[in-house]
């Protein structure tokens, strides 16, 4: 495998490098201290010999993200859109609280998910970004303040790029690099059910969250594709099999829609699927969306909704949006260079 950028190579790949073009393998720990603690955005500014210095220069990339636009707004929440080496859109949000930093990025340029909700399903997929393209998106913020949460939930499928998320959440989770225990960090799927599995059996350091958006089979189909792969009992079968072998709790996404998610039937579905697992939900009321069939609820049917499910013990939060008056919010991420 060859990458471009050098914060998409492990340590051990770093050290084989090395070693075979002549160089001191443990050089490689210097240089992810370079990269990862002093956040260095040259490799001049590195304190390795000169030599080194033209090697890794003449072979890799230490910075693949140019900022094009950075937009804050009212409520804190903070989005870049940055254009990669080879011209694509990538965007990041941070979203502040009193106690934290969470950053959400994207694992890809666009996506090719295509679900009805979400404006980057509408650009298509452009490609799946290196290991070091999600991290920079990352260090980008950690430069500004510091990072207390990771979410990949940006643009894109990530596990449909799993091989660079796993990478991603190794050197943020690495205590030589930035030390995020594994539970800051939270890898979203809409529903990739093999590679839920994949995900575990390469111990990947996160907590998984799966977009479930809707409690029945028909609704769900008809606002994620996704669901023609895998059918909802399919994702429910991954999920539990997760939840079986890692002993940890799974964190639903699902979207408040008039008409569709959001009535007492929906509730007594969403009941049914969380009441007998290990999770806990976090409902957000859908964001502005271009479909003229998809709305947002009215508040008293929001607040029966979340009564009935409440009303069943069930763990459910209702995040408030952020981001909406900057297209931040969950789904809005298409923003055009
Ligand atoms: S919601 Fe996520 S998976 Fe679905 S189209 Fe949007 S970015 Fe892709």
Partial sequence: MSFSDIKSLTNAELRN???ENGQKPYRAEQIRVWLYKNMAESFEGMNVPKELCELLEKTFRIKSLTQETRLESSDGTVKWLYKTADGLPVETVMIPTETRASVCVSTQSGCAMGCAFCRTGK????????????????????RIQ???????????????????????????????????????????????????????????PCQLAVSLVAADNETRASLMPVNKSWALPELLEGIDNYIRKSDEWVTLEYILIKGKTCSPKAAADLIKIVKPRRCKV?????????????QAP????????????????????????????????????????
Avoid: Y
């Fill in 17 to 19: 490098f090395l070693a």
């Fill in 282 to 294: 976090n409902a957000i009321v859908l964001n502005d969306c271009e479909d003229p069939n998809l």
């Fill in 123 to 142: 650009m298509g997929l452009n490609r799946s970004l290196e290991a070091g393209e999600i991290l920079e998106q990352i260090i980008n913020v950690w």
């Fill in 146 to 204: 510091t990072v207390t949460n990771v979410i990949f939930m940006g643009m894109g499928e990530p596990l449909m790029n799993l091989e660079s998320v796993h990478r991603a959440c190794e050197t943020l989770h690495d205590q030589k690099a930035f030390s995020m225990g594994k539970g800051r960090l939270t890898v979203s799927t809409s529903g990739v059910v093999p590679k839920i599995a994949e995900l575990l059996e390469r111990n990947t």
């Fill in 298 to 337: 009215s508040q008293e049917e929001i607040d029966e909704f979340m009564r009935l499910v409440r009303s069943e013990a069930v763990q459910i939060n209702i995040r408030n949006p952020r981001g909406r008056d900057i297209f931040a919010a969950c789904g809005q991420l298409a923003m055009r260079l």
